[in-house]
């Protein structure tokens, strides 16, 4: 039997061009990161990768729970992972993190290894100096881990982080980090234009 994900007229499917569309867009956003000097992304998990709010309590399993991942952020995180200088992690409140693992798992089975996850699981100290708002101290455990193993370091105009809450977002573009704010069903295109938003605010500081 043939696939039927083309049309019997050899054309492509509306599922192939979305994601032709989806890695097009995904190369010209990761173009704009290297130029505007990013080398982490940081992304937030809940209302950010998926499109709900777990409060640290999801209790169902995590094939169910991957079926929640955006589409955007799929394409934009296995982008990340493949090109060469750039760096992924998350950044979340849930304690969650062996769940969000599986979630990865479920999702970019040959790629979740190398994505770090810093949640409120106990498995990492706070720095002092660092502030407790925001997504500060799971960044810093980020580039701690992420020196010790792969012995890179991250100035902060050379961090991104995406998240659904603005305060988290407004704290890092106190620090000198680009940070955008993501709201529900955007595109890379919109995620695009917002971080060159960022890297405005922080160049014209």
């Not at 100096?129 to 370091?153: F, M, S, T």
Request: charged content about 30%; proline content about 3%; overall charge negative.
């Amino acid at each position: 039997m043939g696939s039927s994900a083309s049309k019997e007229d050899g054309s492509p499917s509306p599922d192939e061009d979305d994601k032709r569309s989806d890695s097009s867009s995904c190369a010209h956003y990761l173009d704009h990161l290297i130029s505007i000097g990013v080398r982490l992304v940081v992304l937030d998990f809940d209302s950010t990768i998926i499109d709900v709010h777990t409060s640290g309590r999801w209790k169902e399993s995590a094939k169910s729970l991957s079926k929640h991942v955006r589409p955007v952020f799929l394409a934009l995180m296995k982008a990340v992972i493949e090109q060469k200088g750039l760096y992924l992690a998350i950044a979340t409140q849930s304690p969650q993190t062996d769940l969000i693992r599986k979630v990865l798992k479920e999702r970019l089975p040959f790629h979740h290894k190398e994505i770090v996850i810093k949640g409120e699981d106990r498995t990492w100290e706070r720095v002092d100096g660092i502030p407790k708002g925001g997504k500060q101290q799971h960044i810093e455990a980020v580039k701690r881990e992420l020196d010790e193993k792969c012995h890179v370091q991250f100035s902060s105009n050379e961090i991104l982080l995406i998240d659904d809450d603005f305060i988290n977002v407004g704290i890092a573009l106190s620090y000198d980090f680009k940070a955008i704010t993501f709201e529900k069903d955007e595109s890379i295109e919109k995620i695009l234009n917002l971080t060159r938003e960022s890297a405005k605010i922080n160049a014209d500081k």
